[in-house]
């Protein structure tokens, strides 16, 4: 599939959050990696939470051809042991909607022992996400990951 709008017209936001990191603009690029941008979360209500952004515009994973589809596998492995590694979670869920973005993305939310609600979805946390959008919090997180990754 094209880079381009998502369904229904106007621009991608999930294309705009991909070209801000690869210029280097986002301050929160954990790294790009060769099928994927991996970026620190919005918030860290979920301490190492990240999402990983297709490079190529498609609104589905299944929409992609099946080598973007292996690399983008790859990528997301690969993010997905780093948030591990750097985080000592319990559980990474995984997590890819996009009802509010409609450009595949995966959501990994690293999942703490002892932690509220752990067998529900993080979502029922929802109310704690603008909370946690703390900048030294961020930093430091940021700083883990890139480290796991590199």
């Not at 979920?46 to 929409?63: D, I, N, Q, T």
């Not at 932690?115 to 959008?133: C, I, M, Q, S």
Request: hydrophobic fraction near 45%; charge should be neutral.
């Amino acid at each position: 599939m094209s880079a381009g709008p998502a369904d229904g017209g106007g621009a991608c936001a999930g294309c705009a959050k991909v070209a801000e990191a690869l210029a280097g603009r986002d301050p929160w690029l954990i790294a790009v990696l060769p099928h994927s941008v991996l970026l620190l979360g919005e918030h860290q209500a979920f301490e190492g939470y990240a999402v990983l952004w297709s490079r190529a515009h498609v609104k589905e994973l299944h929409h992609m051809d099946s080598a973007a589809y292996a690399g983008f596998m790859a990528d997301l492995k690969r993010a997905s042991q780093a948030v591990e590694c750097a985080t000592g979670c319990v559980k990474l869920n995984t997590v890819s909607l996009g009802n509010v973005v409609r450009h595949a993305h995966v959501h990994l939310f690293p999942r703490a022992e002892g932690e509220p609600d752990l067998l529900r979805h993080p979502w029922v946390h929802e109310e704690r996400f603008k909370e946690a959008g703390a900048a030294d919090l961020r930093l430091r997180w940021l700083r883990k990951l890139q480290e796991a990754l590199a």
